[in-house]
């Protein structure tokens, strides 16, 4: 009965690979959202998608792409990761901009 | 534009003691504000929430947060703390076009025994 979850839970990979991280939400919500914790736990939103559309989009490289393939679903590919990637990446969901439930978060290190 | 400051990084009370976690915001319309907890190697929960009507409200784990607005503070509080309540707080705020979150810098509270 998991609300938010993500996989894979654990990501570690060499600089220069392209990786993905999945998130699904199944409390019928309509907004996803992406956000990176840095390690001093600063939590800054990268992305959000609203009925598959995308509503916020911060000042993100480019290499970062989200994809919303349906309301339940908000996946994130990161090309070529750099060491800077290295980061806590959560993905959350709400129903009309309200209170945002979070995943339990992807751990990515770049060596 | 939004911003929401916690004031002290690092919180340190002993068990039984109150809990004071501060939570400045600036907003120029009627924010929603919250409170979140991370525990080590998890991820964000909600604690509670202020949208509309009664300024003090109750959360989860005895915790509370009064919503003052002359102020621009929402401080979470808790009268007496237990040790597991030692774990990373969150504030965050949205405002009209509330799909926005911007959360602070964190709390991290220490509970001694």
């Known amino acids: 009965d998991t609300a938010v979850s993500q996989t894979p839970k654990y990501l570690v990979t060499q600089m220069g690979n392209d990786k993905s991280i999945k998130c699904e939400q199944n409390l019928g919500h309509d907004t996803m959202y992406w956000y990176k914790q840095d390690s001093k736990k600063f939590l800054k939103i990268m992305f959000s998608y609203n009925n598959k559309e995308l509503i916020i989009n911060e000042t993100v490289p480019n290499r970062f792409s989200p994809k919303s393939p349906d309301k339940a679903h908000l996946n994130l590919h990161i090309n070529s990761l750099e060491l800077g990637d290295s980061a806590v990446y959560f993905c959350?969901?709400?129903?009309?901009?309200?209170?945002?439930?979070f995943g339990p978060g992807t751990r990515l290190l770049v060596l | 534009a939004q911003s929401v400051t916690q004031l002290g990084s690092h919180v340190s009370v002993s068990e039984g003691a109150l809990v004071l976690l501060r939570c400045n915001y600036s907003?120029?319309?009627?924010?929603?504000l919250f409170w979140y907890v991370q525990y080590p190697n998890q991820g964000l929960q909600l604690l509670l929430k202020y949208t509309t009507g009664a300024t003090l409200v109750k959360g989860i784990n005895g915790f509370e947060a009064e919503f003052k607005k002359s102020e621009t503070s929402f401080h979470l509080t808790k009268p007496s703390a237990h040790m597991s309540d030692a774990a990373e707080y969150f504030c965050a705020v949205s405002e009209g076009d509330f799909n926005k979150f911007y959360f602070g810098s964190g709390t991290k509270l220490n509970v001694k025994p």
């Open positions: 959350a969901s709400s129903q009309e901009g309200k209170t945002q439930y």
């Open positions: 907003s120029s319309v009627p924010p929603y």
